[in-house]
């Protein structure tokens, strides 16, 4: 089993509607993160979260919200969602140590239309 | 704000050719890294770079990191197909907190 995935892979929805995104680690890792990839942009963080208290917005935060639930899930909430929000989104965990390598999930393609 | 540049952005080359990827950053940072990414899948950890000088192989590419030029190198050797695929740098700007700032990426096409 993957050590970090991702739900729904795919998703299709209309602008205005809320959608969540989850993840889910079993890595036992105290970090997650959210981020989007957009052709040409490279990924940008949104949001991450080193426990489950401790939340920080990241430099695209607008239009999203996140909760962390428990130490193994981390969901991302866009409320009123727009065709800009169209991306590739992956979630990602670390634990604090000397690498502190992030390890990804397998995305999540939404398309807002 | 960290800033991180990578150069070329995309590359085709023939195999058999030996070619290096660049990635600057516009802050102090010691540690880096790099991940690769096939079309359509996720990103998968290639080397981890952390102190000056650092030098890392695996296989055909080997990625080393000056702190003091602000430079990271991802050299190919002998490129082969399978090599074909997006290449991230990502640099730590906070020592350890782990909020790293993206490179838009190399597309590496290595044509047979």
């Known amino acids: 089993d993957a050590d970090v995935t991702q739900t729904p892979r795919n998703r299709i929805t209309k602008t205005g509607k809320r959608i969540m995104l989850e993840c889910s680690q079993t890595k036992g890792h105290d970090r997650m993160y959210w981020y989007r990839q957009d052709p040409g942009l490279g990924l940008r963080l949104i949001y991450y979260s080193f426990d489950v208290k401790d939340i920080n917005k990241g430099e695209i935060s607008d239009g999203y919200s996140v909760s962390r639930q428990a130490q193994a899930k981390f969901s991302l909430s866009l409320e009123s969602a727009i065709p800009n929000q169209t991306a590739l989104y992956f979630c990602?965990?670390?634990?604090?140590?000397?690498?502190?390598?992030?390890?990804f999930g397998p995305g999540t393609r939404l398309t807002v239309l | 704000e960290l800033k991180v540049e990578q150069n070329p952005l995309f590359l085709s080359m023939q195999e058999g050719k030996n070619y290096t990827i660049y990635c600057n950053y516009s802050?102090?940072?010691?540690?880096l890294y790099w991940y690769r990414q096939d079309p359509g899948k996720s990103l998968e950890s290639l080397f981890v770079l952390l102190s000056n000088g650092a030098v890392k192989q695996e296989g055909r590419l080997m990625a080393s990191l000056d702190t003091k030029a602000r430079l990271s190198t991802l050299h190919i050797t002998a490129a082969v197909h399978d090599l074909s695929a997006t290449y991230f740098c990502a640099v730590d700007e906070s020592g350890g907190y782990q909020k790293v700032t993206f490179g838009i990426g190399t597309k590496l096409q290595v044509i047979p």
């Open positions: 990602a965990t670390s634990v604090q140590g000397t690498y502190n390598e992030q390890f």
């Open positions: 802050t102090t940072s010691d540690r």
